[in-house]
């Protein structure tokens, strides 16, 4: 029985993703969509936090917490007019809470994760995932392509926005499993063929090496530079095209940094000349209209502003779940 | 004792660009009258506006330095190249802080009402600085009642410039009087046109009650996007117009999360809509022109942001609507 029944104010409460009911993987069914917290940090070098990312991100996400009121009225996006009833965005959406990662044992975190996706997405259900640093993205895609080769798919496509490629091979310190190599690791396992494999953002100074891995794999990269140049949307729907291309779902990966550090400044590496915070929930819009199957939004660390005071990255970041996940909601059918 | 005037950012009483504190009985017509109103306690989730009307007095010695240090030559607007001269006749007063009630919100509304309506009704042009943006209420509501007093027929228009709506009937929890319903209790002003309401900056979800209401009403809701899109002086055009289509005057409400977090930490509230300092003060360069009769400027939260940037931008951002009255653009 609650222990107070009626409205809480935000500051109240135990924290889920903007007040969703608790989940757990077999409890997901067909349309949903589970937002699971990966606080896994290891092999972030510099400044240690984004380990407390999962936290930060349902801290935030509490100012939606009227998009979950089974109770309440019904909410609209001010620009677009979509509706959102809240009596389904309750139903559908769910927080199973964080995966219990071990940071002494990599092979255990690796299965726990890769496993976690293949279940979530093999119950037709679309998973969010909320980390940690960027390494986690690549037992998440393993997991991906697992369960779509299990329904008898083709493999997946990546969608990476982020500051860096994450093609580097061997870090003098944390050996081949390290953040910086992510996307190398994905090339490694035949995870992702290149040919599907798509940056949005990176800028500034690249490793020669990855950059010349890059152009050899043929992949596709867009700049801060080509997205002011010809649009967001523009970018956003040849990406999902070339990542989509001979394959049965999209996976994108968002690095906090991608967006330029004056927006937010919550990531290890502030950047110089990243993205606009609106051209990404604009990109967001196109990829949850997609056939993408599974997000993750990575780099956040919440330690960097002073005191935590800013907020500037957790409160956008729950903005991008919600953004991603209600045209999957709202959608007839989705796209595994 | 006279003061020194070339040390007057650190040292004395910080008032608002180190304007004479006064008492209400001292605002004299055209005065511009700075008043605070240190509330915080409807705010519903980060605490900490209270400190606001301190800490934007404070931001603003900065610049009251400059205004000393340029007394002779005047300041020059570098977008302009025009000289900025001291106004003849100006005249730029604080009035300290108005009565609060952090326990009980109808006397802490009646406080402020009570001191706005008094400013108002000696012919200054009051600028109340919050406190949460509940302090929008009681801000107009003294506005209207000394308008009323002179010109019973009068018809008030309102600017709402902020990322959220605040059109709520009631927020759960907190009832019918707090920050989120600010704009909704303007609207039962009984001079306030509520066709002539006018929001600019609204981002993401919002209510949809709240905006099938205000669309009922015949008001307008210009979104952030439109911002980007049809650029700020335009946006502040088309609402200076339709706010003031038909009415007398306007109200002009400003809610510093219409800036985007990442430029103007210093707010409960973070908004993500690449909204730039440098937008608001073009939107309050073009109000200015307007028939904008009395303003509020809320939601500073000076602990949020240690680097107190936001409130020395806050000064410059005032003075987007107040420089006009204050000084004169010479060629």
New interface residues.
């Given amino acids: 029985m609650p222990i107070r029944k009626?409205?809480?104010?935000?500051?109240a409460g135990i924290l889920t993703f903007a007040r969703a009911p608790r989940g757990a993987i077999d409890g997901l069914e067909e349309g949903m969509v589970a937002v699971v917290g990966v606080p896994y940090e290891t092999s972030t070098p510099a400044k240690r936090g984004p380990l407390l990312a999962p936290r930060a991100y349902r801290e935030?996400s509490?100012?939606?917490q009227?998009?979950t009121?089974a109770g309440?009225?019904?909410?609209?996006?001010?620009?677009s007019r979509e509706?959102?009833d809240p009596k389904v965005v309750h139903a559908k959406l769910r927080d199973l809470g964080d995966l219990s990662v071990s940071h002494v044992d990599w092979t255990e975190t690796e299965r726990l994760l890769r496993d976690a996706c293949r279940r979530i997405v093999g119950r037709r259900a679309v998973p969010v995932f909320l980390g940690g640093d960027h390494f986690i993205s690549y037992p998440l895609v393993l997991g991906y392509r697992d369960a779509v080769l299990a329904a008898g798919g083709r493999g997946v496509g990546y969608i990476q926005l982020s500051s860096r490629l994450d093609l580097g091979d061997e870090d003098p310190v944390y050996g081949r499993v390290w953040r910086g190599a992510t996307v190398r690791r994905l090339l490694d396992a035949g995870a992702v063929r290149p040919e599907n494999l798509v940056w949005m953002g990176p800028n500034g100074y690249v490793r020669l090496e990855e950059w010349e891995l890059a152009r050899k794999l043929d992949a596709r990269l867009f700049t801060p530079d080509d997205v002011r140049r010809r649009g967001i949307e523009a970018v956003a729907a040849e990406a999902v095209e070339i990542a989509g291309r001979g394959c049965d779902g999209i996976y994108v990966s968002v690095d906090m940094d991608v967006v330029?550090g004056?927006?937010?400044?919550m990531t290890g590496v502030p950047q110089l000349d990243g993205m606009?915070?609106?051209e990404v929930?604009k990109a967001m819009d196109v990829f949850a209209r997609a056939p993408v199957g599974v997000l993750d939004l990575c780099g956040l660390n919440p330690l960097v502003e002073?005191?935590s005071?800013?907020?500037?990255g957790?409160?956008?970041g729950a903005?991008l779940v919600?953004r991603f996940a209600y045209p999957k909601i709202f959608a007839a059918g989705h796209s595994q | 004792m006279e003061r020194d005037e070339s040390a007057r950012s650190t040292p004395g009483a910080a008032t608002f660009l180190s304007a004479p504190l006064v008492d209400l009985d001292r605002v004299g017509p055209g005065t511009v009258v700075i008043s605070g109103a240190p509330h915080d306690s409807t705010h519903t989730s980060r605490f900490g506006t209270r400190m606001g009307p301190r800490g934007i007095r404070e931001g603003s010695l900065a610049f009251a330095q400059k205004l000393v240090n340029a007394a002779d030559d005047g300041l020059m607007e570098v977008a302009t190249g025009a000289r900025l001269r001291p106004r003849a006749g100006a005249r730029l007063v604080d009035v300290g802080d108005f009565n609060v009630y952090p326990s009980d919100v109808m006397k802490t509304t009646e406080g402020i009402a009570g001191g706005v309506y008094e400013v108002v009704r000696r012919g200054g042009f009051s600028v109340c600085l919050g406190g949460d943006h509940y302090v929008g209420y009681p801000s107009c509501l003294g506005y209207c009642r000394a308008v009323r007093e002179t010109r019973p027929k009068a018809r008030i228009g309102y600017i709402h410039i902020d990322g959220h709506l605040d059109f709520g009937d009631e927020v759960a929890a907190w009832g019918k009087y707090n920050h989120g319903t600010n704009a909704r209790r303007i609207s039962e002003i009984e001079i306030v046109s509520p066709a002539n309401m006018v929001w600019i900056g609204i981002q993401g979800w919002v209510s949809e009650e709240q905006i099938r209401t205000i669309e009922r009403n015949g008001a307008r809701v210009f979104t952030a996007l439109d911002v980007h899109a049809l650029g700020p002086a335009e946006v502040a055009r088309r609402a200076g117009e339709r706010a003031s289509a038909g009415c007398d005057y306007i109200y002009l409400s400003v809610d510093i999360d219409f800036i985007d977090t990442g430029f103007f930490p210093a707010t409960g509230s973070v908004v993500n809509d690449a909204i730039t300092p440098g937008m608001l003060l073009e939107i309050l360069r073009v109000l200015s022109r307007y028939p904008v009769g009395a303003m509020d400027f809320v939601e500073v939260s000076p602990r949020i942001d240690p680097t107190g940037r936001s409130m020395i931008m806050s000064t410059e951002l005032l003075l987007g609507m107040l420089g006009p009255k204050l000084f004169q653009l010479e060629p």
Avoid: C
């Fill in positions: 009626g409205p809480l104010v935000r500051t935030s509490i100012y939606y009227a998009h009121n309440g009225g019904a909410l609209i996006e001010i620009d509706r959102v330029d004056g927006y937010v400044a606009r915070n609106d929930w002073v005191m005071l800013g907020k500037t957790q409160r956008f903005h919600l």
